[in-house]
């Protein structure tokens, strides 16, 4: 993937929200469901939105995977990342970006997961005004 391609980032974004919600809907025993790889795609699609964002703002994205790193970022072109809201999501989404990991020692459940997968959503949407691309999922409050 391009790493100057805002579009390639918002795809792959939209592909991370898409495999969480698909993997919590799959029917599955809940018992079976993997919270953490949902959780985990939760936190990239975000952090893909925000370097999105990013991008488009004429900088270029390093390395980094904290979402209120990349937030504060973004603030310094539009003051709503700045928004109780916004930080709200990221904070959330923030503890879980080294889910992957099989040390990660927070254990979680449906509702960590149901919660990641709205707050991801409400960024995508968030993030895709701000780049004219419309809302995906629904309308923010």
Not at 4 to 18: G, L, Q
Not at 66 to 91: E, G, H, I, M, P
Not at 92 to 117: C, E, M, Q
């Amino acid at each position: 993937m391009p790493h100057n391609d805002v579009t390639s980032w918002v795809r792959y974004a939209k592909n991370d929200i898409d495999v969480a919600i698909r993997e919590m809907d799959n029917g599955n025993n809940p018992r079976l469901r993997p919270y953490e790889i949902i959780l985990h795609h939760c936190h990239q699609c975000v952090e893909k939105m925000l370097k999105a964002y990013i991008l488009n703002s004429g900088e270029i994205i390093s390395p980094i995977h904290v979402l209120n790193t990349l937030r504060r970022t973004c603030a310094k072109y539009d003051k709503d990342f700045d928004s109780k809201r916004v930080k709200d999501y990221c904070a959330y989404l923030d503890v879980f970006w080294n889910i992957k990991y099989p040390d990660f020692t927070v254990s979680v459940d449906a509702s960590h997961a149901k919660r990641g997968i709205n707050s991801a959503k409400r960024m995508y949407d968030f993030i895709s005004e701000r780049l004219e691309l419309g809302k995906a999922f629904f309308k923010l409050c």
